[in-house]
């Protein structure tokens, strides 16, 4: 599966964007998907996971109230709602799929990784 993410872009403090990721193949309604970021000089981090129904949903501490992950299997797309941007969330960020369905925020168990989109928040 080939993914595609896209939405980012350069914000103020407080303000939203909506990230989407979009897949090729019509396995993606199988598979579990995931949000990751990284910030210049870390380690790339995990944000969300949805298991592949969309019922399931994970979030890392530091997103949870402000983040939300879902995904449309008819059109083959998952989405990033992110509220409240605050600055320490600026990143290039990177959805991903496993072939299992489950959700997980462990990164190490996504196979497929898309190209990333930076998302700047300026304070």
């Known amino acids: 599966v080939q993914l595609q993410a896209s939405g980012g872009g350069l914000v103020q403090a407080g303000d939203s964007l909506r990230l989407s990721c979009a897949a090729s193949?019509?396995?993606?309604?199988?598979?579990?998907m995931g949000w990751f970021r990284q910030a210049p000089g870390k380690e790339r981090e995990s944000v969300a996971a949805?298991?592949?129904?969309?019922?399931?949903?994970y979030y890392a501490d530091s997103v949870k109230g402000r983040f939300t992950i879902s995904r449309d299997n008819a059109s083959f797309t998952m989405y990033l709602q992110m509220n409240s941007l605050k600055p320490e969330d600026t990143a290039v960020y990177y959805c991903?799929?496993?072939?299992?369905?489950?959700?997980?925020?462990?990164?190490?168990?996504?196979?497929?990784w898309g190209q990333g989109t930076q998302v700047t928040v300026s304070s």
């Open positions: 949805v298991d592949w129904t969309g019922s399931t949903r």
């Open positions: 991903a799929a496993r072939v299992a369905g489950t959700a997980t925020l462990h990164r190490e168990t996504y196979r497929y």
């Open positions: 193949g019509r396995t993606f309604s199988r598979y579990g």
